[in-house]
């Protein structure tokens, strides 16, 4: 039901935007390219969990500057016409790509989860086969 709600709200933002067109591409295209940059380093903290809070700021810096550089830029080239369009189409697809990429990683853990069997209560993992 989320899924459909999602596309639902997508395809009726990208009907009533279709006006401003450049406005909601470049919104979601500046949303697409900070969260996963984001992303992408914070989930580094999980390979090297000594380092986790250095990833995570770090990936919250990198989300920042990506997205006023990204504002600056098209504001400075005067590639988008209608402000609130980007701004709401950036915030939309910033949601909906963290919600995404949070359902994959937790859906990946389950399948992880499903494969490794606790051995005698231990800590210790060893996987099915």
């Known amino acids: 039901m989320k899924k459909a709600i999602i596309a639902i709200t997508m395809i009726a933002l990208a009907v009533l935007f279709s006006e401003h ?3 909601f591409s470049v919104g979601f295209s500046l949303a697409i390219v900070a969260v ?4 992408l380093i914070a989930y580094q903290a999980i390979l090297r969990p000594q380092y986790a809070m250095s ?3 770090t990936a919250a810096l990198v989300k920042l500057a990506i997205t006023v550089i990204g ?3 098209v504001f400075a080239a005067d590639i988008i016409h209608s402000p609130l369009t980007f701004l709401i189409a950036y915030t939309l697809f910033s949601v909906i790509i963290t919600y995404a990429v949070s359902r994959y990683r937790a859906h990946r853990r389950d399948i992880s989860d499903q494969q490794q069997r606790e051995i005698f209560h231990t800590g210790l993992y060893e996987e099915l086969k």
Do not use: M, Q
């Not at 996963?36 to 992303?39: A, F, L, R």
């Open 21 to 23: 067109f450049h406005s």
């Open 36 to 39: 996963s940059c984001g992303y």
């Open 71 to 73: 504002v600056i830029w």
């Open 55 to 57: 990833f995570l700021v």
